[in-house]
């Protein structure tokens, strides 16, 4: 079946804006997880939900950074005010359930002008 | 929280010889370790992982063993060829607290493996 996909894959914005990145898991997988992952590093973890609701946000950095999952399934990645820091790859990742391996997208890569 | 230290950083190979990797991770309660290859530009792909009631696992020419008591894991690869070349992640997945879901990543290794 099809993968974790992720739209866009690129998006370039100014310094200030407002940026909405989507995830599409693997159909079926009801946990759900956004990573971000600076150049050079390892992805590091931003929010988890099971189901629609979000069970664990304590990676999101600051108040700038929203995450929704309305309906169990498709995922957006919601920032405010963009700064140039956080500029980065943002991967998504799905599974099953909480204890089975994760599956990732190909990532939305952010530019922050 | 949970930390992972991986290394080497960089690894180069010659085609056919073993590359080793290897992890540390703070957390006795981790109880899951996978291993991902990122190629440049594509996303992290499993490649094997392990779980704590388990000292190896062996996939072909990769293998991953874990020591509990030291708290570290490896990843070992044989007969290494130009298509490994990669970055290589270790992961643990903690348990403390509850939050036995969060993946907490290494650093990452380059390898390159020279025809």
């Known amino acids: 079946g099809a993968g974790v996909s992720q739209t866009p894959s690129n998006k370039v914005t100014e310094k200030g804006k407002y940026v909405e990145l989507r995830c599409d898991p693997i159909?079926?997988?009801?946990?759900l997880y956004w990573y971000r992952q600076s150049l050079g590093q390892g992805p590091e973890f931003l929010i988890y939900?099971?189901?629609?609701?979000?069970?664990?946000d304590s990676g999101l950095p600051n108040d700038r950074f929203f995450a929704v999952r309305p309906e169990g399934s498709v995922s957006t990645l919601k920032i405010q005010r963009t700064e140039r820091g956080d500029s980065a790859v943002y991967l998504c990742?799905?599974?099953?359930?909480?204890?089975?391996?994760?599956?990732f997208g190909p990532g939305t890569r952010l530019t922050v002008l | 929280g949970e930390n992972v230290e991986q290394h080497p950083s960089t690894l180069s190979v010659q085609e056919g010889d073993s590359a080793v990797i290897k992890c540390t991770y703070s957390?006795?309660?981790?109880?899951?370790f996978p291993w991902y290859k990122q190629e440049l530009g594509k996303r992290p792909q499993l490649i094997i992982d392990?779980?704590?009631?388990?000292g190896e696992k062996k996939d072909q020419r990769i293998a991953v063993t874990l020591n509990k008591t030291a708290k570290h894991f490896s990843l070992h690869i044989t007969e290494t060829q130009p298509e490994d070349s990669a970055v290589y992640f270790c992961?643990?997945?903690?348990?403390?607290?509850?939050?036995?879901?969060?993946?907490?990543f290494g650093k990452g290794t380059l390898l390159t493996v020279n025809p």
């Open positions: 990742a799905s599974s099953s359930d909480r204890v089975h391996e994760q599956f």
């Open positions: 159909s079926g997988h009801t946990a």
């Open positions: 939900f099971q189901g629609t609701g979000a069970a664990d």
């Open positions: 957390d006795s309660a981790s109880n899951y």
């Open positions: 392990i779980r704590s009631n388990v």
């Open positions: 992961a643990a997945r903690g348990n403390s607290g509850g939050s036995n879901y969060k993946l907490t």
